[in-house]
């Protein structure tokens, strides 16, 4: 079991293949993203073959736990993920010159003698995390009324219906109709509102 990713070709013959177990705790390879929590270590199989000019095909399997908080039901809940990756290393004969453009391409350069996959694996990795993270598919979020939680009970609330009425309202081929009810309603409890307030100021004076 190896617990880095940095491995040492001088180990292997040309045309060998060598499989590594490895076993990573997150922050050695700067697994740190906000509101993430990585839980276990990330685990994994690396497989190496050297071959050519010292060539080096890498394929990795890596997997890891973390915990975060649901969107909709605002409950922390554990997930697991997992990535495959592959990568190709040439020795460098130019090693003054910078590479980096070569990341994203799986073609990277090494000294001919150890190269590092740390930046690879948490690259394969981070993109692996949901976006918009849910404890389940099915989960039903929290009442928007009264807060419940409602993967673990219902709630009496009646106003989810009222605003599902609402919408169906907009949809109706009488919507217009229905909309000049609606402001008439208002108009007439605004009018007898302000007589009240006549009135009441009248009794005051
Ligand atoms: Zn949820
Ligand atoms: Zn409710």
């Not at 995390?129 to 009324?145: A, D, F, K, T």
Request: proline share 3%; charged share 30%; hydrophobic share 30%.
């Amino acid at each position: 079991m190896k617990d880095t990713l940095i491995f040492d070709v001088r180990n292997i013959k040309d045309w060998d293949f060598n499989e590594y177990e490895v076993e990573i705790p997150p922050s050695r390879i700067q697994l740190e993203i906000d509101d993430v929590e990585f839980i276990d270590q990330v685990c994994g199989s690396v497989h190496l073959l050297r071959h050519g000019d010292n060539d080096v095909y890498v394929k990795a399997d890596v997997s890891t736990e973390i915990e975060m908080q649901c969107g909709k039901c605002l409950e922390m809940f554990t997930n697991n993920i997992a990535a495959t990756f592959e990568v190709q290393f040439t020795p460098d004969s130019n090693p003054e010159e910078e590479h980096s453009e070569e990341i994203d391409e799986g073609e990277r350069y090494y000294d001919g003698e150890t190269f590092d996959i740390s930046e690879d694996t948490r690259r394969a990795l981070v993109i692996q995390i949901p976006v918009w993270p849910l404890c389940s598919q099915m989960c039903e979020g929290l009442c928007q009324n009264c807060g419940t939680n409602l993967n673990d009970e219902i709630c009496s609330c009646e106003g989810t219906e009222d605003a599902e009425g609402n919408v169906s309202d907009v949809s109706s081929p009488f919507a217009d109709l229905s909309q000049m009810i609606e402001t008439a309603k208002l108009e007439n409890q605004n009018k007898s509102s302000n007589s009240k307030e006549r009135f009441s100021k009248n009794g005051s004076s």
